[in-house]
């Protein structure tokens, strides 16, 4: 024999061994998946059991054929005629308008997913090949049609059938086994329950392709057509579905029976909160809500809702990343405290600048308003934007995204560059079941750990997060309704008749609603909002999450009401001046107690014999008001270390600086050269100087750059 022989001859040799030696792809059934809810009672059951090949209408049998591969018996697993068509429809079309996989082939889909590339695709062909020469043609049939998607989480046809017409596999008409045969190609184009016309027309489709393979006669055909086909779920209506979603992506296969975290009395309550609240705000642009409900001793998921309608909208809402508005704040806090501000620090409400990547960052408040000096436990309660953002100018961007990460907060997968200081204000997106769980660590004495979906199985994992001491101040300032009461009022819906810390949140343009917060045995998470997004009616997070925080928090302590927050040792509590947070003097007006890890030392300073005089920081916010401001120059903007950048896309006409000192008539100089007030930007470091005619001097440090 010629070499050249020898070689085609052991290269087709080790082709075959090769192809012999694949691995068959695993067709074994699964075992039968049961879950129960915490007290035995069954959430679901996958009543997708395999049934044999004869148990099964040959109407169905020869209905699927002509709908995805009449030439089933004709090919080894790959039909290269329909494969070569769908190649050049899809190439005239542009876009992918024809298949061309075997039922043998989307078998393998099923086991396996859906081949994303060539690569994928011609594995799964050669996968497909190699089932061929393993099972037989029947044995391939009854495999596709007991795992084939039906829609409505339906899979088989055993399972569809019962489903959809109340009825076994066994005993389907050839109308109805049309209409099913038709599902797989498109389960959500096609779907009875949200799109019969649709599905109908499909139908009509098989039942042509039937008729033109001669596989029935005229009259079955027209028959078929004229049989009424009333659509409905044969089944009791579904107790926490998306809950039982995330189950399963967490369970190996074969779990059999499990028990869940779930309390379905809880869970079947919850949902009717969210139906409620839902349909009281749908006028006002609101159709969607998700509530998560964690046990703080174990981590527990005790309920979860990730809509109102899961009928109509499978999308988990709770597992969804939406902006959290001001519900990000309290970290941005947790890391201040641990930086050395205490609850009763003086954070300033002022207007104020920060140069960055896209231009000029100047936060104001949700009312509209500066508030001048306001201690950081009022700044958090009342969800002030201002202070929040200064706070994380302070403690950094980037750290506070690595808290935030530390936190659990994954969808968060931008650089800190990207977010800025909008981040504490809620410039990212997260997941109500992230955010849940974060909060869930402050209520833990800032111990972060994984939920937990199955009885018997604790979380494996476990961080600290915070301090336990940090977590008690953040948790003690978010249950104070008087500090949310400039914001709130005092009988809002977060008033309640225990200790809970509640925070809300409100995204841009009332697009998310959110509510989270815990008392000492149950965090709650609550998202509502527009599903497909867009806007609401003035809907903020108090309005539309609120209620719905609130009902599930007095259901939860229905019985029995929570123990009230306890502070860690290395707490103390001091009485101070409740406008300065610093030691009461003897012209203070008010007090109240704080606590403190080291109290502070300093007597206040703010009140005198005559009344509240303040600090030259706050006199453009004071002398409007005609409160009184210390004698003396101070140079109010802008202020030491300020950095500003010049926008390419504006008038240089129009980017000045406005330069203010309180103290009386001043004169500017900047790098030493006499300037107006309203001072063109110039790039570069530059000194700026106020002198008054009297001789006194301040002088400031900022830096200009171009963009």
């Given at each position: ?19 012999y ?21 069954r ?117 569809a059938?019962r ?49 033109t ?20 779920a ?72 990730g ?10 809402l ?153 977590a ?28 809970c ?16 917060g ?15 997004g ?5 809907v ?8 719905i ?80 401001v ?78």
């Amino acid at each position: 024999m010629r070499p050249k022989r020898r070689w085609l001859l052991g290269s087709l040799l080790a082709l075959g061994l090769a192809f012999y030696r694949l691995p068959m792809p695993d067709v074994t059934p699964a075992n039968r998946l049961e879950l129960l809810d915490r007290q035995g009672r069954r959430l679901r059951a996958d009543d997708n059991l395999p049934v044999p090949l004869q148990q099964i209408s040959p109407w169905l049998v020869q209905s699927t054929l002509a709908a995805e591969d009449q030439r089933f018996y004709a090919h080894w697993g790959v039909d290269a005629p329909a494969t070569l068509a769908a190649a050049y429809h899809n190439l005239r079309a542009g876009r992918v308008v024809a298949g061309g996989s075997t039922l043998t082939q989307q078998l393998i889909a099923n086991l396996n997913g859906r081949p994303r590339g060539w690569l994928e695709k011609a594995w799964q062909s050669l996968q497909a090949l190699r089932l061929e020469r393993s099972l037989s043609k029947p044995a391939i049939l009854e495999h596709y049609l007991n795992r084939v998607p039906y829609s409505n989480n339906t899979f088989g046809a055993e399972s569809a059938a019962r489903f959809y017409f109340g009825r076994p596999a066994a005993s389907l008409s050839l109308a109805q086994a049309a209409l099913l045969a038709g599902i797989p190609r498109g389960p959500d184009i096609y779907n009875p329950l949200l799109h019969f016309e649709k599905a109908r027309e499909r139908q009509h489709w098989v039942l042509k392709r039937m008729l033109t393979l001669a596989w029935i006669d005229t009259d079955q055909y027209r028959q078929a057509l004229a049989e009424p086909l009333p659509i409905k779920a044969h089944h009791d209506p579904l107790l926490a579905p998306h809950f039982c979603r995330q189950v399963e992506r967490r369970l190996p296969p074969g779990s059999g029976r499990v028990q869940t975290t779930l309390d379905g009395d809880l869970q079947r309550e919850v949902e009717g909160i969210v139906r409620t609240q839902v349909e009281l705000l749908r006028r006002r642009g609101l159709d969607g809500a998700a509530v998560v409900v964690l046990d703080n001793a174990g981590g527990e998921v005790r309920a979860l809702v990730g809509s109102p309608d899961f009928r109509r909208n499978q999308v988990d809402l709770s597992d969804s990343p939406r902006q959290p508005g001001s519900a990000l704040k309290p970290f941005t806090y947790g890391m201040a405290l641990e930086s050395g501000l205490t609850p009763a620090s003086l954070i300033p409400d002022l207007p104020v600048h920060y140069a960055t990547s896209t231009g000029d960052f100047a936060p104001t408040n949700y009312d509209g308003t500066f508030h001048g000096p306001v201690r950081l436990r009022t700044a958090l309660a009342s969800s002030y934007n201002v202070p929040a953002v200064r706070l994380a100018h302070r403690v950094g961007v980037a750290p506070l995204l690595q808290r935030l990460h530390k936190l659990g907060l994954d969808s968060l997968d931008q650089s800190a560059r990207h977010y800025g200081l909008s981040l504490t204000l809620g410039g990212g997106e997260v997941t109500l079941l992230e955010l849940t769980r974060a909060y869930m660590a402050l209520a833990n004495g800032g111990q972060w750990r994984a939920e937990v979906w199955v009885r018997g199985r604790p979380a494996q994992t476990s961080r600290r997060v915070f301090s336990p001491q940090t977590a008690f101040l953040l948790s003690d300032i978010l249950k104070d309704p008087a500090a949310r009461a400039p914001a709130f009022g005092h009988d809002s819906v977060l008033a309640l008749p225990f200790d809970c810390a509640v925070k809300t949140g409100t995204s841009r343009e009332y697009s998310d609603n959110w509510t989270l917060g815990y008392s000492t045995r149950y965090t709650v998470g609550v998202w509502a909002g527009p599903i497909a997004g867009g806007s609401m009616q003035d809907v903020s997070g108090v309005a539309g999450a609120g209620p719905i925080f609130r009902e599930v928090m007095l259901a939860l302590h229905r019985s029995r009401p929570p123990q009230p927050f306890t502070p860690p040792p290395g707490l103390v509590k001091r009485r101070v001046c409740s406008a300065s947070g610093q030691l009461p003097g003897a012209h203070c007006q008010g007090t109240l107690s704080e606590w403190f890890t080291r109290p502070t030392q300093e007597t206040c300073a703010m009140h005198r014999a005559s009344g509240p005089v303040y600090g030259h920081d706050y006199a453009g916010w004071a002398r409007p008001q005609g409160l009184p401001v210390e004698a003396g120059l101070h140079i109010q903007f802008p202020q030491d270390g300020d950095t500003f950048v010049i926008d390419p896309r504006l008038d240089r006409r129009y980017q000045t600086l406005q330069l203010q000192a309180s103290g009386g008539p001043v004169h500017w100089t900047i790098d030493g050269l006499p300037v107006e007030a309203d001072w063109p930007l110039h790039p570069g470091p530059h000194r700026i100087q106020a002198r008054t005619p009297e001789g006194a001097t301040q002088e400031v440090h900022i830096t200009v750059r171009a963009y």
